[in-house]
């Protein structure tokens, strides 16, 4: 076998998993599947579910895993959306959109870095942890909405997930754009060489002198 198949050859797998996926789907719904409505449909949906993956993947290189991941991107689209309704009225469109947006991360990131806290400082297992904080956040989530949607968002704030560029639906360049900015943090930093390192062996790594 050819040094550079032997050296992807699980990327070639899943690459071959990926085709094999599409010609059968293509034979059992040939009408419908292999058309440029479906890819489109696709190119839309499907790039939420590849965000949350690179999320995922980075938590697992280490030995982790992260329950909550899901919980954490409904209640940061509940608070943005809040926050939007609440100073649309008085401060417009865009001050209303990036006031969001901030308040929205700003949970996320709060949520994040309580799970690493338990997980790094105290000492519980991330499963265990992510799995609490899951039910804490869904339950949050569900309290401050009473299950109902929120909708009549500022146009330019549903491009995010609805516009195209260049005929390009907006999610799925998001979707490369940040694959393409994890790729380069995980082979070309000292943050992604130490996050493979812990994850391949947290003993090895804490007797090469790598804060764990």
Same mark, same amino acid.
């Given at each position: ?49 590849? !965000?949350? &993956? *690179? %999320? +995922? @993947? #980075? ?5 982790? =895993? ?5 919980? $954490? ?54 499963? !265990?942890? &992510? *799995? %609490? +904080? @899951? #039910? ?5 989530? =569900? ?5 109902? $949607? ?63």
């Amino acid at each position: 076998m050819p040094k550079f198949l032997q050296q992807n050859r699980e990327l070639f797998a899943l690459v071959g998993m990926l085709l094999a996926v599409v010609v059968l789907m293509s034979v059992l719904n040939p009408d419908r599947f292999f058309t440029p409505g479906n890819f489109r449909s696709m190119a839309f949906q499907l790039p939420e579910i590849g !965000l949350f &993956t *690179l %999320g +995922m @993947m #980075t938590v697992m290189l280490h030995g982790g =895993i992260n329950l909550a991941i899901i919980g $954490t991107a409904n209640i940061t689209g509940i608070i943005t959306a809040l926050i939007v309704h609440a100073v649309q009225p008085a401060g417009g469109e865009w001050a209303a959109i990036v006031t969001g947006v901030v308040a929205g991360l700003s949970v996320s990131l709060f949520i994040g870095l309580a799970n690493g806290i338990i997980v790094g400082y105290i000492g519980i297992s991330s499963i !265990l942890t &992510t *799995l %609490g +904080m @899951m #039910t804490l956040v869904n339950g949050t989530c =569900i309290l401050i909405t009473g299950g109902s $949607t929120i909708s009549r968002l500022p146009a330019p704030l549903l491009l995010i997930g609805n516009g195209s560029v260049l005929g390009i639906p907006v999610p799925l360049l998001l979707l490369l754009i940040s694959a393409m900015i994890l790729a380069l943090l995980l082979r070309r930093t000292t943050f992604g060489f130490n996050l493979y390192m812990l994850g391949t062996n947290p003993i090895a790594t804490r007797f090469a002198a790598i804060d764990n």
